[in-house]
Structure formats: structure tokens, C-alpha cells
């Protein structure tokens, strides 16, 4: 069932005003394209003290799991994060050319759905069809995938794909024809599970030592899947 931003926006404050701890999980960083804004204006409007920590955005994330330098020396300078959702397609009013800025890298965000009609308007709008571009699957997880192809063959590349459940992003630019380059043939160190546990003990006293284990134990085997994957996909056997 989906609830309305505005239902989850107050159910914050009120919950807050009945004494509840109250923890908003998001996936990312709330901040981009996290609907941080509102949910902050209603807890402030309300009085209720809250704090905001801060994660790692999935571009952030499908840029070092796909092997794509969002930026780059003298090829990439800037980086610039665009939202897919309906009401950007459908705005007339929207400036599609932008995309073929030659030293930028894009990262658009919730595009799965709408990767065809992108690439056209884009095209329509004069960016070269050969500008390189890869969607990016479940980022950060054991089951990531990276579809790489051009403005003009990426549309084709992820229809009708069923193993591409989302969520997923997608990285333009010159920087993302890079990735066969600087893949390597290991698989990256995984990050250290230790700050996410100390924040949770610091933050939530109340969480006991079993509770702690488990939690830990499932981060332990998420990224030994992710290590397991990684190495698959080297050539190593399991």
C-alpha cells in the first residue's frame, strides 16, 4: 500500500508528540531526492526536534560500484542530478539540450521506467547520439547490474529485462565510457561495517548486545554476497 508523503510528513511529528522515538529510514541520502525538505518543514512547524544523518546517494554508489569516475580531469568537471519521474517527461517546458554539456556527468535518477522516451527527447534536443551511458541496477547491493550502452542504444539494451527490478539510475557522460578501462579484475575491499554500528549504539542506547550481533551478522553476510559476486564476476571460482 502506498501512503501519501503527506500521511508519512505529519505521522513523524505526531508520533514525536507521543513521546515515540521515531527514526525516518530512507534508502540513499535524504537529502537528494529524499523528500528531506518536507518532512523538516512539518517536524520544525510542529516544534520537534530532529536530526538528519547523512549516507551515501546512489549516484554516489553506482559510480564506484559500475567503475565510473563521476568526475574527471579535464573531461569532467561537473556533476549534475536530474529526477526521471512523470512530471519532468511531461513538462514542455523542460530544457532537454542541457544534456549535451560535453564536460559534464549526469546522474538521473528513477529513469527505469522511462529510459526510451529519455533518449529520444534528448536526441530530439540535439545531444550526440554515441554520448556514452550506463543504467545502474540495485547499486551498493550483491545483486547490482550495470547495463552500459549510448544515448541511441540503451533504450533497446534494458527493454524488456525482467532480472531489472530497480531501484536503478542512470550515469551520461564521457566519464562513463571510461568503466572497461579502470574495471580492473578484483573486486573492491568492502566497507567496514564498524561506524554504522557504533552510530546505531550511540544513537538508539537501547538496543541490546543480541540485537547488535544479529545485526551485525546480516551485514557480515551481505557483503560477503557482495565479495561472492564480485569475485564471480572476475573469473574467480566460488
Known sequence: MKVHQDSISSQLAVL???GKSVCRLKGGD???FGRAGEEMEELAAAGVPYEVVPAVTACLAAGADARVPLTYRNCATSL???TMNPSTIKDE???WSQFAAPSATFALYMGLSVVESVTQKMMAAGVS???PMALVDRASLPEMQVVAGTVA???AAVKDRKDLPGPALILMGEVVGMRDRVAGSLPPASSSTQPALALLRSKLPELGDD???QLQQQAGDLLAARAKRKLEQAGYAA
Do not use: G, H
Open 153 to 155: 542504444t540503451l533504450a
Open 93 to 95: 517546458q523542460f530544457d
Open 16 to 18: 514525536a508528540k507521543q
Open 129 to 131: 547520439a554515441e554520448t
Open 30 to 32: 535524504p537529502m537528494i
Open 80 to 82: 549534475r542530478v536530474q
Open 211 to 213: 540485537e547488535l550481533r
